[in-house]
């Protein structure tokens, strides 16, 4: 495993969009119809790095939340 990949990136863009929406992870949670958890959102907002398969969840819970279209790049700076 590569020992140099930085794993802990800063705020994302996805924190600033749930914050100014007024959201929390849970709600986040709630609108999945696939299995997240409030950890992985939490991380997701930190900056903590993701799996794609993880951030393609979240992506699709926002989507779902906010009758919108937003892509990796909107809600992630990796």
Known sequence: MDETLERNLGEQ???RILKDLHLKPHDVVAASEENIT???VTKACKGRR???N???KIIRAMNRI???SYSK???FNY
């Open 54 to 56: 993880v951030q393609g």
């Open 38 to 40: 409030h950890k992985m």
């Open 50 to 52: 993701l799996t794609e």
């Open 66 to 68: 906010l009758e919108n």
């Open 13 to 15: 863009p996805i924190a």
């Open 73 to 75: 790049k909107d809600l």
